[in-house]
């Protein structure tokens, strides 16, 4: 069993900033990788980022490309996602994720076995 707590999520004007943190905790197993994902209303949940445990393999959607960062301190077992340069199109449910069968992260989501609760974000315009 692994479990998933995200924070950080929150309302922020466009333009603004948040971090989000998601530690994990239960058997991770030695490599694994994981993801944020996210769900906006109506529409389908999609892969925002990934990162493999050692930190060397990062993954983006093009639609957070030069704008969020994904990053790990596995001392803590937690990963991070800054997201900067926010717009209201990134207002979703943001879930983190961890893939304990792959190095490199992958955006298919049914390759996840273990999921966090969400966390809300929004941003006004």
């Known amino acids: 069993q692994v479990q998933l707590v995200e924070s950080g999520g929150g309302l922020v004007q466009a333009g603004g900033s948040l971090r989000l943190s998601c530690a994990a905790s239960?058997?991770?197993?030695?490599?694994?990788?994981m993801g944020w994902f996210r769900q906006a209303p109506g529409k389908e949940r999609e892969f925002v980022a990934g990162?493999?445990?050692?930190?060397?393999?990062?993954s983006y959607a093009d639609s957070v490309k030069g704008r969020f960062t994904m990053s790990i301190d596995n001392a803590k077992n937690t990963v991070f996602l800054q997201m900067n340069s926010l717009k209201p199109e990134d207002t979703a449910v943001y879930y983190c994720?961890?893939?304990?069968?792959?190095?490199?992260?992958?955006?298919?989501?049914?390759?996840?076995?273990?999921w966090g609760q969400g966390t809300q974000v929004t941003v006004s315009s």
């Open positions: 239960g058997r991770t197993s030695s490599s694994y990788c």
């Open positions: 994720a961890i893939d304990r069968a792959r190095v490199r992260p992958q955006v298919d989501d049914d390759l996840y076995d273990y």
């Open positions: 990162i493999s445990r050692s930190g060397d393999y990062t």
